[in-house]
């Protein structure tokens, strides 16, 4: 077992010193979504070594995946029952995000775009990194009014996440003091674990959903000043979203926000182009899945490296018996320092958003 630190301020955490070691931890475990939620759950003894130290805005240091490094969390709630076992819970040192204030800029480009926030970060001491790993895709991005970091990063409809398909993951650089956030084009890899029929698979169902399939989308920029609006539209009026349908179905949207002034017809266009490529117009195809934790099996403990999984990873799912055979991503994990394993799995098609995510494994 991993025994978790504590450190009671933020400057020991970024200074590495003042640490507090935390040995009767009853259980903790971190629990990490896709793009999502990241918390930790920890008991530990109320007379235990150093358990007058876990507080209230202290930070544990706690391993996330199997095989990563250890990453900060602040706790946020310590619960004290009468059986004597502390209940602590923490979030991730990225949720501090929410209380850093963004104000208004607009740039093209992906580098630019981070230069730009980590620089705002910088200037109001906020010890965060933002990088870039292979997104390639490149177009406008604006906030028209002060915004917390958080929701610029990927709260809404419109935040870097979305617009640029990312998939995020952390890391504490410990020789700089400062969190560094990683947009990435796709994390994971792709497994050669298979949850298949026969195998470990207990239960599959498979759907299709085109409810929100849209043949194509109405772009515009409408802006209201001194009572008079101001409205942009395209010629052509549509710009069609590839997707596989038999009916004409369009979506009006909003790209106003996208745009710090008027924009030409042009950069509507280019806009309303971006916004149809970073987003999937077809049915939604999910499925259901219950299957044994690869742990629990004892092909498990001969291909561990072969049948491991963390969160983004991509795995098959195979049922040929019902002619089903999908792709499919981890989208949630529950890791388990206590016994270096996962406690809990959502593996869920490959999603159009944390939405679509679908079945646990527990």
């Not at 917390?148 to 640029?164: K, Q, R």
């Not at 109405?218 to 009916?247: C, D, I, Q």
Request: some cysteine.
């Amino acid at each position: 077992m991993i025994i978790p630190y504590l450190y009671a301020t933020y400057a020991d955490l970024k200074s590495g010193g003042g640490s507090y070691k935390l040995p009767d931890v009853a259980s903790i475990s971190v629990t990490e979504e896709r793009n999502g939620a990241f918390d930790l759950e920890m008991t530990y003894l109320y007379h235990g070594e150093n358990a007058a130290q876990i507080v209230c805005e202290a930070f544990i240091m706690a391993v996330p995946q199997r095989g990563q490094a250890e990453e900060p969390f602040r706790i946020y709630s310590v619960t004290t029952p009468i059986d004597g076992i502390l209940s602590i819970k923490a979030h991730h040192i990225s949720y501090d995000l929410d209380g850093a204030v963004l104000q208004p800029f607009s740039k093209t480009g992906l580098p630019n775009i981070l230069t730009e926030i980590n620089n705002q970060l910088s200037s109001i001491g906020f010890d965060f990194v933002i990088v870039n790993n292979g997104i390639t895709v490149s177009h406008q991005f604006s906030i028209s009014c002060p915004q917390s970091a958080a929701s610029v990063l990927g709260n809404g409809n419109h935040c870097l996440i979305s617009d640029f398909g990312a998939e995020v993951s952390y890391s504490w650089d410990a020789t700089n003091g400062r969190e560094i956030i990683t947009l990435n084009a796709s994390r994971g890899s792709v497994s050669t674990a298979t949850v298949a029929y026969g195998f470990n698979l207990l239960k599959l169902d498979s759907s299709v959903n085109s409810d929100a399939v849209y043949s194509a989308i109405y772009p515009y920029y409408a802006k209201e000043e001194n009572g008079v609006t101001t409205l942009v539209t395209l010629t052509e009026h549509t710009v069609s979203t590839g997707a596989t349908t038999t009916r004409t179905r369009v979506l009006p949207v909003d790209i106003t926000s996208a745009f710090s002034s008027v924009p030409t017809e042009g950069e509507l266009r280019t806009a309303a182009q971006a916004y149809v490529a970073a987003k999937d117009w077809n049915a939604v195809e999910s499925c259901a899945v219950d299957f044994v934790p690869f742990q629990n099996t004892t092909e498990y403990e001969h291909n561990i490296d072969e049948q491991s999984l963390g969160l983004c990873d991509t795995v098959t799912v195979s049922a040929e018996v019902i002619g089903v055979t999908r792709t499919a991503k981890v989208t949630k994990t529950i890791y388990n320092q206590m016994v270096e394993k996962y406690d809990g799995m959502t593996v869920g098609t490959i999603p159009r958003n944390i939405a679509d995510t679908i079945a646990s494994l527990m």
